[in-house]
DNA sequence: GTCGGATTGTGAAAGTGTTCACAAGCATGG
DNA sequence: CCATGCTTGTGAACACTTTCACAATCCGAC
């Protein structure tokens, strides 16, 4: 079997929330139409999402809402704890600290890095900021498997080097720029600048612009 | 000309990030090549992303830094300033309001609104705390055209709604629940949870599991 | 003026992801 | 125990995206 895109992985992020809600609300089976009507895809797609890693249904009655949430939950991996690195302790690693969907789906921030010496030893909702030179020796120490770098972008590939040299295969990275991943290395790249870009473009696009057919686009 | 894609224009604000570097570092012209190299994409799929909107450069020598910059700004509307609404003033949303990114692209945030009284009134980093209550008269008032949501997830419907009632088409919500757009209103979610799961599903993906082979995937 | 080297712009081909459509299969009720 | 109604699982069709390959064309050197 072929390996698996990214958007159904994705995608079965958010069937695991929709079937974490309706576990709440005492729902025993769900059906691919309902699933999919919850996150504006087709019934197929939820199939063939699932179809990917097994045959998890009953055919006239659906899934059971118990046994996929379990089901999807290993195969993202989120029925176990992993051990999380932050680096930078600025507003944004703040923030994320003390985001509880983190803890909730099993990621826990166990180490907090920074290299501003007036930031070191002091604590941010219970932990201890450390120095960043002591990175490699904590990653052993602490088992972590995964780290986020929130650092500014100017410093965000020196960190990321420095994390790969630590042992570390998987980055989460929210500097603005595109961090390369060497081989075997995945680093997965939020942009939220650009988030708001693709807002904008539509907005533009909506009133005044359309392909084509702009003659204010020319160069100038 | 069909539809432009959403991934296109992702990498359009990539694109417009490596030319305001190449252009402070006093470059004048780049080839596809050279600007593809910087994304990990083909130099096919940096002309073809171009050539959805026109023709901009020239054979044999390639593109002016300055001309494709400042046409990629036009393209997505960073030519010109947009008013944000940001809604929650809790954790996250302090270190967007703090998040200097937004500005240099032209996205101001011009209001931060909240339904916690003890904290309407107050300041963060010189913009005062609005009552939620107030939101459709200072949408007009301050003339607003995007709005960010950062509110608990049980709160982000209903806060849609309101931002959808007092006028405005374009929402970048945070909270991790995939809110619904009715047609004409364009609603983006940035779920950074389903980053980290993408993240550990490939690090169970590599170390033990594969697809079609992984008997203990069946359902218990 | 024209030749050579370089790079664009773009149809066509290849590759991926999504939707369709229906046989297969299960639970329930008579 | 079989008919009925519903929903899954999946090959095939379709749609969209990316890559290929090359003619078009521009600059600068001679
Ligand atoms: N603030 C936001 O809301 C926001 C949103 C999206 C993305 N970002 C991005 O996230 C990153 C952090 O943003 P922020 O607002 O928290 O910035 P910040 O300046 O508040 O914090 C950055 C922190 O990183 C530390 N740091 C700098 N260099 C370091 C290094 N080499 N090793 C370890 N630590 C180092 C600094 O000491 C500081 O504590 C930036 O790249 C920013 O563009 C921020
Ligand atoms: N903290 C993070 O790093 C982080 C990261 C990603 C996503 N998120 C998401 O962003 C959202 C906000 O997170 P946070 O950590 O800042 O939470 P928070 O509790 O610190 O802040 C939420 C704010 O929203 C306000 N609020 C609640 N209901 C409201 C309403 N109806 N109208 C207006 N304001 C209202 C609250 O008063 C509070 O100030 C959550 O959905 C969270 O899941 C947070």
């Not at 890693?53 to 379990?70: A, D, N």
């Not at 960043?132 to 100017?154: H, S, T």
Request: proline letters at 4%; hydrophobic letters at 45%.
């Amino acid at each position: 079997m072929s390996r698996i895109s990214d958007a159904t992985i994705t995608r079965l992020s958010q069937y695991y929330r929709s079937l974490a809600s309706l576990e709440e609300g005492g729902q025993e089976m769900v059906s691919s139409m309902a699933l999919a009507r919850k996150h504006g895809v087709t019934p197929a797609q939820v199939r063939k999402d699932l179809s990917c890693f097994g045959q998890f249904g009953t055919r006239g009655l659906g899934y059971s809402v118990c046994q996929l949430k379990e089901t999807i939950a290993r195969i993202l991996g989120l029925h176990r704890i992993w051990n999380v690195a932050l680096v930078g302790a600025g507003s944004l690693g703040s923030a994320l600290i003390s985001y509880k969907e983190f803890k909730r789906q099993g990621f826990h921030i166990v180490a907090v890095f920074d290299n501003d010496l007036d930031k070191v030893g002091k604590k941010r909702r219970g932990l201890t900021i450390l120095d960043i030179r002591r990175l490699p020796q904590m990653v052993k120490k602490l088992d972590i498997n995964l780290a986020i770098i929130a650092v500014p972008k100017d410093a965000a590939q020196s960190v990321a080097d420095l994390l790969i040299k630590a042992g570390l295969k998987m980055i989460l990275n929210f500097a603005p720029i595109s961090l390369k991943a060497s081989p075997g290395i995945t680093i997965r790249n939020v942009n939220m600048a650009i988030e708001l870009e693709a807002l904008s473009y539509r907005l533009v696009a909506d009133k005044s612009f359309r392909p084509g057919n702009n003659p204010q686009l020319t160069p100038v």
